[in-house]
């Protein structure tokens, strides 16, 4: 049946190329006569043979009918060439490109017939090298942590109340980094212990991960709810200070930062990621020289100063006044999507619920669709 369809196909090639010469060697064969200047030569013998009627008559001197003879002669050379050129180079051309359109087609054929092999059978997706298939088979740890994650899924639809089961899945999902289905398993988790400070801490982690380092008002509130269950705990305090210096208040992160950082015990595996984010604030602040990157003009010691002398009631009515620039801001130019998610926080450390709801509200017909789900993810929590 191969055979077949190859001598069909080399056919139908062949034909396909030939037949629009053949019908435009026709139409030039079939093409009026007037057209062809080689017509003409009967016309110029007529005229020499008058031209030599008129020259015995009289009618014409020796002169001018030498003159006349040597155009009419000239015109009659010249149409008996024209006559010959067209009709043999058109059939020439012809020939030509249909005897090397069959030689190209056969030759094809046969140098596939020495090197290929039709007879050779597919190459499988999951049998080829580099496909993500393959490389999943050989490697025993991805494969054994598939294995548990599908173990465990079917446990959890026969036992959903399982919180172990939900944790556990949870960090199989970010040894996979799969972020998405990580936040799930451990929503799943701090619902089923809700008095568990260290599962509203890894959701919230989960969150923030999910939203790219950024402390969305959903990880916010879960944060502020493991912080009413162990205000102590690390992981709180520094998120918590990572929400305030992305929603601006650096000083007030700074402060945080270092607090925890005198109440943690010398060789603390958070301590290296907890100075570095000092450090940042630090430049920010205009404390230390940042050889990096171009911050904001800094704060005067004065200002820092006064920042700090502040009660917290004035502090709370600058964060107040800040947040209505930001609205303001945020109205005049509806499309700035971050703008929105830095609104929402502050609206969270005001304790404005309500608000940040809103803002994210705003934020969601602007936002790509990866960001969309995002947002609708954290609307569902903060509307419970």
Known sequence: MFWIFLVLALIAAIAMVLLPM???????????????????????????????????????????????????????????????????????????????????????????????????????????????????????????????????????????????????????????????????????????????????????????????????????????????????????????ALADYQAGEVTQALASWKALEADSAEGAPWLGQLRAWMRRAEQDLGMVPDTQTAVAPALSAEDRDAIGNMSKSEQMDMIRSMVGRLQAKMEANPENVEGWFRLAKAYMVLGDKPQAIRALEQAAPHADAELQSEIKKQLEILRK
Do not use: C
Request: charged share 20%; no cysteine; aromatic share 6%.
């Open 22 to 240: 053949f019908r435009q060697a026709k139409d030039r064969s079939s093409a009026p006569a007037p057209q062809r200047p080689g017509r003409n030569i009967d016309v110029y013998k007529a005229q020499l043979e008058e031209l030599e009627a008129d020259l015995q008559d009289g009618r014409l001197n020796v002169a001018e009918a030498n003159a006349a003879r040597l155009e009419i002669e000239r015109r009659l050379l010249k149409s008996a060439a024209e006559q010959q050129q067209p009709t043999t180079g058109a059939q020439t051309s012809v020939a030509f490109l249909a005897v090397l359109t069959v030689v190209i087609l056969l030759a094809s054929g046969a140098f596939y017939l020495m090197t290929g092999s039709a007879g050779m059978p597919d190459f499988p997706l999951k049998d080829q090298k580099h496909s993500a298939t393959a490389q999943a088979s050989e490697s025993p740890e991805a494969a054994q942590r598939d294995g548990e994650i599908v173990a465990l899924l079917a446990t959890l639809q026969k036992t959903p109340d399982d919180a172990g089961s939900w944790r556990k899945l949870g960090q199989l999902y970010s040894r996979a980094q799969d972020r998405v289905g990580a936040a799930h398993a451990f929503q799943k988790w701090h619902e089923l212990a809700p008095d568990d400070p260290t599962a509203a801490v890894v959701y919230g982690e989960s969150l923030i991960m999910l939203s790219n380092g950024r402390v969305s008002p959903a990880a916010l509130l879960v944060l502020r709810q493991a912080a009413a269950l162990q205000p102590r705990n690390p992981g709180v305090r520094h998120y918590l």
